[in-house]
T-cell receptor, first 118, second 113 residues
Framework: DTAVSQTPKYLVTQMGNDKSIKCEQNLGHDTMYWYKQDSKKFLKIMFSYNNKELIINETVPNRFSPKSPDKAHLNLHINSLELGDSAVYFCASSQDFGSGRGFGDTQYFGPGTRLTVL | DAKTTQPTSMDCAEGRAANLPCNHSTISGNEYVYWYRQIHSQGPQYIIH???NNETNEMASLIITEDRKSSTLILPHATLRDTAVYYCIVRVESSGGYQKVTFGIGTKLQVIP
C-alpha cells in the first residue's frame, strides 16, 4: 500500500492553463505539505496544512491554491500556468506539525508530479 | 535559509562505510537534527533523526557531537542503491510560528563499485 500517493505522475500543459495535482495519504497523519523542486534541485516548502487548516504559506504566487477537503487529502490547484512553474511537486505528510517531539515531525513524501509547462 | 552546511559531494567504495558530515553550529537546545535522502527522481526518504544522543536504526547511525554543533551520518556498508543526495536538516521556525523543514543543497553521495 502506498503511504503518500500523488496524481498525476506527469503533467504536460500549455502556458495559461489551469491544472490540479492531487495528494492522498493513508498514514492517518494530521499534517500535509506541498514542496516544489526546481531544475536546480532545490526543494522548497510551499504550503502546510494541519487538520485541514493552513499553517504554513511561503512566498508563493496566489495562482497556487491548496485545498484540503479532509485530513487525508491535500490538493494543489494552479491557475494561469507559467513557464517558471515547470518543476517536480512533492506532497508529504507527518504525524503532527512540529511539536518538538521528534518522531511526529518525520515527513513521508510522495513520488512527485513532474509538471512541464510549454 | 538552511541552518546546516554539508560537503557538496562525496564518493564511497561499495561495501565500505559512508560517513557524511554536517555542521549546524547555530542549533538551539531543543532542535532535532534530521537526515533525509533523495534517490534520483524519487521523493525524499526519511533516514534518521536525533537530539543529542547517538542514534541507530536499520538504515544508518547518527553521531552527534557533545556540543551538538555537528553530526555525522554513517551508512555502515554502502551499496550502489545508497547513491543519492543526503540532506542534513535542522528545523526552522516559519512566520506563523510553526516549524518547517528547509532542505539545503545536500551531499551527493556516489557509491562506486
Amino acid at each position: 500500500d502506498t503511504a503518500v500517493s500523488q496524481t498525476p505522475k506527469y503533467l504536460v500543459t500549455q502556458m495559461g492553463n489551469d491544472k490540479s495535482i492531487k495528494c492522498e495519504q493513508n498514514l492517518g497523519h494530521d499534517t500535509m505539505y506541498w514542496y516544489k523542486q526546481d531544475s536546480k534541485k532545490f526543494l522548497k516548502i510551499m504550503f502546510s496544512y494541519n487538520n485541514k487548516e493552513l499553517i504554513i504559506n511561503e512566498t508563493v504566487p496566489n495562482r497556487f491554491s491548496p485545498k484540503s477537503p479532509d485530513k487525508a487529502h491535500l490538493n494543489l490547484h494552479i491557475n494561469s500556468l507559467e513557464l517558471g512553474d515547470s518543476a517536480v511537486y512533492f506532497c508529504a505528510s507527518s504525524q503532527d506539525f512540529g511539536s518538538g517531539r521528534g518522531f511526529g515531525d518525520t515527513q513521508y513524501f510522495g513520488p512527485g508530479t513532474r509538471l512541464t509547462v510549454l | 535559509d538552511a541552518k546546516t552546511t554539508q560537503p557538496t559531494s562525496m564518493d564511497c567504495a561499495e561495501g565500505r562505510a559512508a560517513n557524511l558530515p554536517c555542521n549546524h553550529s547555530t542549533i538551539s537546545g531543543n532542535e532535532y537534527v534530521y537526515w533525509y535522502r533523495q534517490i534520483h527522481s524519487q521523493g525524499p526518504q526519511y533516514i534518521i533523526h536525533g537530539l543529542k544522543n547517538n542514534e541507530t536504526n536499520e538504515m544508518a547511525s547518527l553521531i552527534i557531537t557533545e556540543d551538538r554543533k555537528s553530526s555525522t551520518l554513517i551508512l555502515p556498508h554502502a551499496t550502489l542503491r545508497d547513491t543519492a543526495v543526503y540532506y542534513c536538516i535542522v528545523r526552522v521556525e516559519s512566520s506563523g510560528g510553526y516549524q518547517k523543514v528547509t532542505f539545503g543543497i545536500g551531499t551527493k553521495l556516489q557509491v562506486i563499485p
